[in-house]
């Protein structure tokens, strides 16, 4: 059973469009992680939500945190071709080998110049 | 530059075969990951040690070890490689488990 579901598993866009990727799970999770992983690179940390509601921003790109804490959402506002990607969501393992991170499967972001 | 270094980058193995991924870390970071990649399955964690001198086993750990003698290096041993374990793999490290996890370049292995 996936633990975390992301979606859309692969996403194809133009360069200045707007896009919405997504992360969810059946189970409350107290924090979640968002990372980028670029082609032939290891994944890099963007932002850890942990409050329900929450928003951060980074520059053009913008974490919501559900309500319920199982679901969190990343919208970029006029993607660009840097921001071409693997985009992964991860939880904290509870329990036995607490503190280790659960990942989705991720999104694959391109954008075309 | 501080960070995580990974060898070798790539290596094509016989199966059957031992190897070891090297892992080096200079964040002075109390713990660290091994992770796999696959297509369609996403990062799995094989094993983790949250100090020096304690490891556990993650969501895949058969047919790999681990060792962590001091607090920088955290080699993975493949005792008798099979083709199912080629892949990319990953270390990485955190302040403590709680913390940001900062991955290295990866390794990407195959078994033949």
């Known amino acids: 059973t996936q633990l975390l579901e992301q979606s859309p598993q692969f996403l194809s866009i133009q360069e200045g469009e707007n896009l919405t990727v997504y992360c969810n799970s059946s189970s409350v999770f107290s924090s979640l992680q968002w990372y980028r992983q670029e082609p032939g690179e290891g994944p890099v940390l963007l932002v850890t939500?942990?409050?329900?509601?929450e928003v951060k921003k980074l520059k053009r790109l913008t974490f919501q945190f559900g309500d319920a804490r199982k679901d969190s959402s990343l919208h970029i506002t006029a993607a660009q071709p840097g921001d071409t990607g693997l985009y992964l969501c991860a939880i904290q393992r509870v329990g036995g080998s607490q503190g280790n991170l659960i990942f989705g499967k991720g999104t694959k972001l391109s954008v075309k110049p | 530059i501080a960070g995580i270094t990974q060898a070798p980058t790539s290596q094509i193995l016989a199966a059957g075969r031992r190897m070891t991924l090297r892992c080096t870390q200079d964040m002075r970071h109390n713990a660290m990951y091994w992770y796999r990649q696959d297509l369609g399955l996403g990062l799995r964690l094989i094993h983790y040690s949250n100090t020096a001198g304690t490891t556990g086993k993650g969501e895949v750990p058969d047919g790999y070890s681990v060792s962590r003698a001091n607090t920088d290096d955290f080699p993975l041993t493949l005792a008798s490689a099979v083709p199912s374990q080629t892949s990319v793999y990953f270390c990485?490290?955190?302040?403590?488990?709680?913390?940001?996890?900062?991955f290295g370049p990866g390794t990407r292995l195959t078994v033949l």
């Open positions: 990485a490290s955190s302040r403590d488990r709680y913390n940001e996890q900062f």
């Open positions: 939500v942990v409050t329900g509601g």
